[in-house]
């Protein structure tokens, strides 16, 4: 093997240390990548019928008020000025999400004032010093009327399980801005890449000390690999140790894509449903995260529905469930990690963490810095 050092995945997390390293530091890097793609999660594909670009796992849209992540993945990208805007149907009325002043006088069919709205919501809200499940928790912040229009079936089909069964961890706190600004994010920097996300993908990986192997699962080569040069693993961290101290527990999508004969499905790109007697969670409509592309046909659209269920081991597994069973296993597994010697382990798989695009790329960035850039002799 003509590597320095071998990157397992190459999602945002694997493709920053692998771009760095080959870059920055002249080494040789073996990237393997068992999909048959590069880009982790944030992969996208045009529609092969209409040209659209899909989110093949979920829309993604780039926000940081890292200045320093903005200038390095502005280094493989330009991005378009898109802010994200959210809408939650429930009942046959539409509502913007997160929550805010348009909500809020939607939902109770009146004008009210910055001031009144929040009167409103404190006079509903029902605190309780030690919510004992999800619903008292969110019940304690924004009162029982918005929690069971906006949250209740939203939650129990995100969960599968009825949110009073569900730890009240699990929401920190419910956004509420008293304000009519409906952006989905309050970041410095926001937008798309201009050219599609795997342009920028492909940008970063294109370096000549750079190989990536895809469709190699790094299990299959490991007993080649370890030991020979330094890991950087970013792939399932109960799967490297054999799922020896128990499966991580996660949450899975099912995606149903379809090309609708209309100009335009839903009026914007994503669309939550709120009813728990409507089995998906969300709609995405990729064509509204790109309205500058005037080449979009005009007589169809990509329309995406996202269902949510736990993972069994197969599974994709996407959003991390974290209960407390989880949290223990973890704390064993980040021990077990902490003696692997040679093997770095990062990203969102690596460390059982939900991790954004922009945290991935810092988390990536700090990577290089503190710990592979001293391992092999720079500083
Ligand atoms: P990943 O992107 O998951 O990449 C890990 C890679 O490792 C994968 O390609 C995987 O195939 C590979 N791999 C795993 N095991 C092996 C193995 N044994 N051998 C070889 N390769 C292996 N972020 C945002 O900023 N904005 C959003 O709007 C947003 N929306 C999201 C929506 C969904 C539904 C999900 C799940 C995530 C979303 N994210 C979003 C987060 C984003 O997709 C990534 O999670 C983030 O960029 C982390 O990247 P990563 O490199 O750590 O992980």
Redesign the pocket.
Known sequence: MNADLVV???????LTVAERCARDLGLRVLV????DHIG???YSAPDPETGIEVHV???????TSNALVWEYAGRFTSFTPYEHRVYTIFKGQVYPMPINLATICAFYGRALSPGQARDLVARHAVPVAEPRNLEEKAVSLIGRPLYEALIQGYTAKQWQTDPRDLPAEIITRLPVRYTFDGRYFDDTYQGLPSDGYTAWLERMADHPRIEVRAG????DVRDRIAGAVPIVY???LD?YFGHAEGELSWRT?DFTVEVAPTPDYQGTAVMNYADADVPWTRVHEFRHLHPERHWYPRDSTVVMREYSRPAARDDEP??PVNAPADRARLLRYRELARREPGVFFG???GTYAY????M?IGAALSMYRNRLRPLFGRR
């Open positions: 397992v995945g190459s999602g945002l997390f694997g393997l990548e068992r999909r982790g999660n944030a796992y979920g829309t993604h849209l780039f926000h190699t699962d790094f299990f970013t792939g399932p799967r999508l996407y959003y990203g969102r798989l991790l954004d695009m922009h991935a």
